[in-house]
Each structure stands twice: as structure tokens, then as C-alpha cells.
């Protein structure tokens, strides 16, 4: 990137020099899972004059998605997010109330009809005709499909505006659903997460504004560059699950020890998300549930997070490990792991064969929990 290309964008980014922000930009290219020459790319789009214009609108949530990417400390990011795009409506970070807000609000969409990016964060109520989330005297259902018909595009963020999240747990009194179920007829693009990770936002809008294209998406409509891999593939616990080596409770030897937390109810197996790569919270490298010890949630996968109970052990879908796992070392005496059954299997090409005798060893996990419920009430 050429320095007059940095100098024109400086005065908005202070206290970032030109390698802190080339080093964004690397990290945005890492994030899209493109070789890091494209940096060049993302830095010239990045400085580019012509700012996306976004509105961002609130439903039935906490505002966790919009407090996590405020929270974001790679360098001054608040800067790179608010600065680059032009955010011209934000219920939570307005200034203006009332209606001077709702006024801002019809101004930037006049101005940039069928052009602004439209973020939704938060579940939308539908029962009673919507009456459970009302801004400026209107239900928010009806916003949603007035200004989501005026977007040129519309980012659902969060697992609450993606299907519903946590305001839909059964028995989801007031009927909340998706922005896609309000508005079926639009691509919702559909970054979900309680809260979702900011960078993953970040990495979106940044790979739009770079190929003037949105990326890959799933049949969910999710970034597949994002939410193409489990996150159990790629867990730094992983090969204690593969070697066999579990926590059985809160606080035994095992988890202690850093085993693998799926008896614990991690939903890791079956939750596709990159919280095990990209890890979170900016709060330092190891930073996400299970590197603090606690077992994935499973927040960012429809039917499992708020929806399977939180220490009920999941099915598992790949038995055998990545290719690219470090090597598992079984320490002597310990018999055959059900991962290394799998892996001799499944260089035998007998994948299916594992997977009996993995289930045949989950089941005998559970056996000896049910035993020990027994001893215990004994
Ligand atoms: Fe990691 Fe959970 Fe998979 Fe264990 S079950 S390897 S803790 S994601």
C-alpha cells in the first residue's frame, strides 16, 4: 500500500500507523481464508472515499453484538469500522433521541434508497401483531419490512435477528422469528452468535467493499469462509478427544488437566463456527469458552444453542480427526482410545467400523455417569 494512499485516510485513524493498519489488513485477509497477498486489495478498498451507508436497527436483544464490536481493540477498530463505513443510523449509538432520531432515521434512508447496507440486530415479535417491541410508537416488525424493502442489502447479526437466538427459546412467548422469516423474499445475509464475533462482521463488510461481491454463502446464507468447518475440528482440546482423554466433571483431574470438555455437554461437535480459530473478546490469545474451560454452547448453530440443554452431550459427526491435527500421543497402558480406534480404522478404511466402537464407548461413558448418579444417590 502506498504511503499518499494511508496519508489520505490518517487524519481518521489516529493513533494508527501505517503497519498497525497493514496488519489489519493481513488479518482481514487471514479471516477471509485468502492468501495474504490480497492485503494489498482490502487496504486500497479500505481507504477508498466512497463509504457504504449502514443503518443499524434493534429488536428483541441485549445489544451484545454492537457492545462486542465496540470492544474490539485491533488497533482502534472503532475507528476502522466507523470511519470507513458512514453509519448513519444506530438506535444505541445515536445522539439524538425521539424525533430527532426517527427524523435521522428517514433522512438516511431517503438519501440512500436502495443503496445503504441494512443491519439488523436482535429477534423480531411477531405475536399480537408484533406489539411486544415498539420504537417510536411502531411495532418493529413493520419497520423491518419498510426499511428492509428500501436496502440494497441486509446483514442479520446475531443469532437473535438470524432465527430467533435466545428470545425464541421455547416456549418464545412473544413469538419471535428471524429477520429472514419477516422479509423471505430478500437475501438475508446471516452472521450468527450470542454475541457474534465482531471481526466476523468486520470481515464481511471488508470483503464486500474489497471484491464489490459478497462472499460465498451456505444454504443458511451464512459467510462460508466463516461458517464452513465445526469448530471441533479445529479445538486446541482436540486431540484429547480424539486420544480419549475427557473431563467427567466441573473441576476433576481431567479438567484440570485441559481434557476435552464434551461430556460436559460441549456442543463443539456439532456447532460450525470459527470461535476455536479466531478465538474472542480481544482479551489476549486463548480466549473463548473452552480455553477458559467451559463447553461450547453452541450460540451460532440453529437447534442447538437455546435450544438442546446446555449439559447434554451432542452426537458427534466426524469421528475421525482432521489431517492437519498435531499428533496424538496415547500414553502407554491406557488401551486402545476410541480416537485412535478411529484413526487406525480409518486408515483401514473402516471409518464406519470407528465410529460402532466410539459410539460403543460413548455409551459406556454414559453407563458409568448413570453409575455414578447410582453410587452418588446411594
Ligand atoms: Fe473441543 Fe468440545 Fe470438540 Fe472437545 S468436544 S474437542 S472441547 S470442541
Redesign the pocket.
Known amino acids: 500500500m502506498k504511503s499518499a494512499d494511508f496519508n489520505r485516510i490518517r487524519h481518521r485513524l489516529p493513533g494508527v500507523t501505517r503497519r498497525d493498519f497493514m496488519k489489519f489488513c493481513s488479518a482481514m485477509a487471514a479471516a477471509m481464508a485468502l492468501p495474504v497477498e490480497i492485503s494489498p486489495k482490502i487496504a486500497h478498498a479500505l481507504t477508498s472515499p466512497g463509504r457504504p451507508p449502514v443503518i443499524w436497527l434493534h429488536g428483541s436483544e441485549c445489544t451484545g453484538c454492537s457492545m462486542s464490536l465496540l470492544r474490539t481493540d485491533h488497533p482502534s477498530i472503532e475507528n476502522l469500522i466507523f470511519d470507513l463505513i458512514s453509519l448513519d443510523y444506530h438506535e444505541t449509538l445515536e445522539s439524538g433521541a425521539g424525533k430527532q432520531a426517527e427524523e435521522s432515521l428517514h433522512r438516511a434512508i431517503e438519501e440512500n434508497y436502495g443503496k445503504f447496507v441494512l443491519v439488523i440486530e436482535g429477534a423480531i415479535p411477531t405475536k399480537d401483531g408484533g406489539i411486544y417491541c415498539r420504537i417510536a410508537g411502531r411495532n418493529f416488525v413493520d419497520i423491518v419490512k419498510e426499511v428492509g424493502e428500501k436496502a440494497g442489502s441486509i446483514i442479520a447479526i446475531g443469532s437473535c435477528a438470524v432465527w430467533g437466538g435466545v428470545a425464541a427459546a421455547k416456549p418464545n412467548p412473544t413469538g419471535c422469528v428471524g429477520v429472514r422469516d419477516v422479509l423471505p423474499d430478500k437475501q438475508v445475509i446471516a452472521i450468527p452468535g450470542c454475541p457474534s464475533n465482531p471481526y466476523n462482521l468486520l470481515s464481511t463488510i471488508t470483503y464486500y467493499l474489497t471484491f464489490n461481491k459478497l462472499p460465498a454463502l451456505d444454504r443458511q446464507n451464512r459467510p462460508k469462509f466463516i461458517f464452513s468447518r465445526?469448530?471441533?475440528?479445529h479445538?486446541?482440546?482436540?486431540?484429547?478427544?480424539?486420544a480419549g482423554r475427557?473431563a467427567r466433571q466441573f473441576g476433576d483431574e481431567g479438567h484440570r488437566k485441559g481434557?476435552?470438555?464434551?461430556y460436559l455437554g460441549?456442543?463443539?461437535?456439532i456447532?460450525h463456527a470459527n470461535c476455536?480459530t479466531l478465538q474472542f473478546g480481544d482479551a489476549g490469545s486463548g480466549c473463548w469458552p473452552?480455553a477458559i474451560g467451559h463447553?461450547?454452547f453452541g450460540c451460532a448453530e440453529e437447534g442447538v444453542g437455546f435450544a438442546m440443554p446446555q449439559f447434554t452431550t451432542?452426537p458427534?459427526m466426524n469421528v475421525t480427526p482432521a489431517a492437519t491435527h498435531a499428533p496424538i500421543n496415547v500414553e502407554r497402558g491406557q488401551g486402545v482410545s476410541p480416537g485412535s480406534a478411529a484413526l487406525l480404522a480409518g486408515v483401514a478404511g473402516a471409518a464406519i467400523g470407528a465410529g460402532a466402537v466410539f459410539t460403543a464407548k460413548i455409551g459406556d461413558g454414559k453407563q458409568k455417569e448413570k453409575q455414578g448418579h447410582e453410587d452418588q444417590k446411594a
Open positions: 465445526l469448530l471441533h475440528d479445538c486446541e482440546r482436540r486431540p484429547h478427544f480424539d475427557f481434557y476435552c470438555l464434551y460441549c456442543k463443539g461437535p456447532t476455536s473452552v463447553p461450547c451432542s458427534v
